[in-house]
């Protein structure tokens, strides 16, 4: 179907249809975020050391989105070239550029989580952590690490 056909049968540019992707749009940027902000609401009520446990989660929560933020940049970079396959009508060229870009982009979060893993200590101590906000941010990555290659799937790839 070329590009002019593809648009003369969709109904025209409504709120109703950048809603559709905008919503979707909105949620995957918030996930993350929301994620961290629900953990340190649960750990702000212990009753043992939560100053340092919110500190912990707030440290950690700033390096995952650093990351999720700086990779899911993926997202533009793949909507730019459909948007410009599409409007030169050779979608066709770039049929496997999805499945390109998840394998990318999910082998790419595995590497980062093989590194970051074995080197929290040193992650979290050049964001200055120390005594136990440092252990309590090694123990909260740890568990959170593992997340990080879905969170960034998602946050990439939730329109296909």
Known sequence: ???????????DISFKR??????PALIAGVAEPLLSTTDLAIIGNIKVM?????????????FLSMLIWVFGQTRS???SI????LGADKLE????????ATVIVIATSILILAI?????REIFQFY????????????????????????????CFWYF
């Open 50 to 62: 939560p100053t340092e446990s919110i500190a912990a989660v707030g440290i950690v929560g700033a």
């Open 77 to 79: 970079a793949i909507s």
């Open 93 to 100: 060229e770039i049929r496997e550029l999805p499945i390109q």
């Open 116 to 120: 970051s893993y074995p080197f929290a």
């Open 82 to 85: 459909i948007s410009q396959y």
């Open 18 to 23: 950048i809603n559709k992707l905008a919503i």
């Open 128 to 155: 200055n952590a120390s005594d136990s906000i440092l252990e309590f941010a090694i123990s909260y990555f740890r568990i959170r690490a593992f997340g990080f290659p879905i969170t960034l799937y998602h946050c």
């Open 1 to 11: 179907m070329s590009a002019s056909n593809y648009w003369d049968t969709k109904e």
